[in-house]
C-alpha cells in the first residue's frame, strides 16, 4: 500500500517562492540587534520540562496544555520549546555570563513550539526572534528594548497601524498585595468565573485578567486595577519608562489589563498590536522578568527582554505590502546539444566568478534549443547565456536579453562580464 506523508497539523511548510519576506526580516534584524550590540545565541530546541514548568509557570496555559513534553530513551521527560528566555537565561547560568556586575544584551531566532489549536497567525510551530538583556534593572534598558523594535517596524515598513501597550505588574511585594485585592474580588463574583478561572483563583489570580472567555469580560473590567496594590517606587519606576518613550518619540498606551500569559514577570510589561491583522494582534510581546533569573538558579540579577513572532510580522509585510517579489536567476546558461555538460558547466562557473552577486542558473538537463529557450523563460531569468560549438571554436558566449527590448549579441570571452552586467543594470 502506497503511505501518503503529509505534515503535522500547525506546521506549516515554507516555500522557496514564499520565503523572500523571510530573509528579509531575517536580515532586517540581524541589522538592527548589531546596530543596538546585541549578541546571536543558539541554543537547542529540546530542553528539560522542569526548566519550562519552573520558568513559564505551572498554571499558564502553555504549561498546562501547549507544551510537546515525551519522554526520551532513558525516560527523562522534555520539551520542545515553547518559547526562548528560559532557554537563553539558561544557558547565560550554564555558561558563566551572568557574572556580578556584568550586561549582557543577546538576541535569538528559530522556531517554537505550542500544541495550540491552529488558526489564521496561529500555529504549533511558529518562529520567534527574541532580545533579552541581564544585567540592567532601570527603565532605560526597557526604552532601548522597545526603540530597538520600533526601529525594526521602521525599517520593515510596517509602523502603520502599529500600537505599543504598556503596563506595570509592579514588583512582588506589591503583586502579593495585589493577589490578595484579587483573590478577594474574584471570590464575591465566584458565580461568573469559568472553570479555568476558578482553577487560576487557587493558583495564579493573576492570569484569570487574561482570560479571552467573552462571559468573563465585564467580570474582568470591573476587578480592582492593580495601579492601588503599587509601592512609590514601581510608580516611579513606570513613569520614567512613560517619560523616556515619549522623549524618543513613541507613542505608549497604557493598558492596565495587560498582565501576558507567562508567570515570570514583574514591573514593565508591553505588547505591540497593529490593526491590521484582525484576531491574533499581537505581533511583539515582552517585559521585565526580575524575579526569573534568581528561580532558575542565577545570584540576583535582573533581566528584561520581548519576543515577536515572525509570521505575524511577515503577514503584516503581505498585507501593507511591503514583502519583496521572489528573486529570479540573473543568467541562465545553455550548452547547445553540440557541446559537452562540462562547457556549459564551465561557463556557468566563469560568470559566477565574474559576477559573484549575481544568481546563474546552470541548465542541466539538455534538449533542444528551443526548449532550453523555454526553460529560461519560464526560470524569470534576464539574460540567458548560451555556449555551442561555433562559440567555443572562436572564444565568444551568445548572450539574450530574455526581457526587455535588446537584441542578442556575441560577446568575446574577454568581454563578458563586463558586457552581462550592464546589461543587467539595463534589464533591471
Ligand atoms: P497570544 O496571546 O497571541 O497567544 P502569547 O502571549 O502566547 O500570544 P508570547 O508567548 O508572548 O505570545 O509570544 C510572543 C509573540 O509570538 C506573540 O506576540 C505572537 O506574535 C507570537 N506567537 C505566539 N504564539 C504563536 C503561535 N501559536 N503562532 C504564531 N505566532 C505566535
Ligand atoms: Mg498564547
Given at each position: 500500500m502506497k503511505t501518503q506523508f503529509t505534515r503535522l497539523r500547525g506546521m506549516p511548510d515554507l516555500l522557496p517562492q514564499a520565503i523572500a519576506p523571510w530573509q528579509q526580516l531575517e536580515s532586517a534584524v540581524r541589522h538592527a540587534m548589531c546596530a543596538y550590540g546585541y549578541g546571536e545565541i543558539r541554543t537547542p530546541l529540546?530542553?528539560?520540562?522542569s526548566l519550562f514548568t519552573r520558568s513559564i509557570g505551572e498554571a499558564t496555559d502553555i504549561v498546562e496544555k501547549e507544551m510537546y513534553t515525551f519522554s526520551d530513551r532513558k525516560g527523562e521527560s522534555i520539551s520542545l520549546r515553547p518559547e526562548n528566555t528560559a532557554g537563553c537565561v539558561r544557558a547565560a547560568i550554564e555558561n558563566g555570563l551572568?557574572?556580578?556586575g556584568s550586561v549582557n544584551r543577546i538576541w535569538y531566532t528559530g522556531p517554537m513550539f505550542r500544541y495550540e489549536r491552529p488558526q489564521l497567525g496561529r500555529q504549533r510551530q511558529f518562529f520567534q526572534v527574541g532580545a533579552e538583556v541581564y544585567g540592567l534593572a532601570g527603565p532605560a534598558i526597557e526604552a532601548e528594548l522597545i526603540l530597538l523594535s520600533a526601529r525594526l517596524w521602521r525599517e520593515l515598513g510596517i509602523d502603520k497601524g502599529m500600537q505599543l501597550e504598556i503596563n506595570t505588574l509592579g514588583d512582588n511585594e506589591d503583586r502579593t498585595r495585589y493577589r490578595d485585592t484579587l483573590v478577594a474580588y474574584f471570590e464575591s463574583h465566584r458565580?461568573?468565573?469559568?472553570e479555568d478561572s476558578l482553577r487560576r483563583l487557587e493558583?495564579?489570580?493573576?492570569?484569570?485578567?487574561?482570560?479571552?472567555?467573552p462571559a468573563m469580560q465585564a467580570v474582568i473590567e470591573a476587578a480592582p486595577a492593580l495601579r492601588e496594590s503599587l509601592s512609590e517606587a514601581s510608580l516611579m519606576h513606570f513613569e520614567q519608562l512613560q517619560a523616556l518613550l515619549q522623549g524618543s518619540g513613541i507613542d505608549a498606551v497604557v493598558n492596565p489589563?495587560?498582565?501576558?500569559?507567562?508567570?515570570?514577570?514583574?514591573?514593565t510589561v508591553f505588547e505591540w498590536t497593529t490593526s491590521e491583522l484582525g484576531a491574533q494582534s499581537a505581533v511583539c510581546a515582552g517585559g521585565r522578568y526580575d524575579g526569573l533569573l534568581t528561580e532558575l538558579g542565577a545570584k540576583a540579577m535582573p533581566g528584561v527582554g520581548w519576543a515577536l513572532g515572525m509570521e505575524r510580522v511577515i503577514a503584516l509585510m503581505d498585507k501593507l505590502g511591503v514583502s519583496p517579489a521572489q528573486h529570479a536567476p540573473d543568467v541562465f546558461v545553455i550548452g547547445t546539444d553540440?557541446?559537452?555538460a562540462a562547457d556549459s558547466l564551465a561557463l556557468a562557473e566563469t560568470i559566477r566568478a565574474l559576477l559573484p552577486d549575481c544568481a546563474v542558473v546552470h541548465n542541466t538537463a539538455a534538449g533542444s534549443l528551443k526548449s532550453q529557450f523555454r526553460k529560461a523563460d519560464k526560470s524569470g531569468a534576464s539574460l540567458a547565456a548560451i555556449i555551442g560549438s561555433d562559440e567555443l571554436a572562436n572564444g565568444y558566449v551568445t548572450v539574450k536579453p530574455l526581457r526587455g527590448p535588446h537584441e542578442q549579441t556575441s560577446v568575446p570571452a574577454l568581454q563578458l562580464g563586463e558586457t552581462l552586467q550592464r546589461l543587467l543594470e539595463q534589464i533591471d
Open positions: 529540546l530542553e528539560r520540562t551572568l557574572q556580578p458565580e461568573t468565573l469559568d493558583r495564579n489570580p493573576l492570569r484569570i485578567l487574561d482570560s479571552k472567555n489589563r495587560l498582565v501576558r500569559g507567562l508567570d515570570y514577570y514583574s514591573h553540440e557541446v559537452a
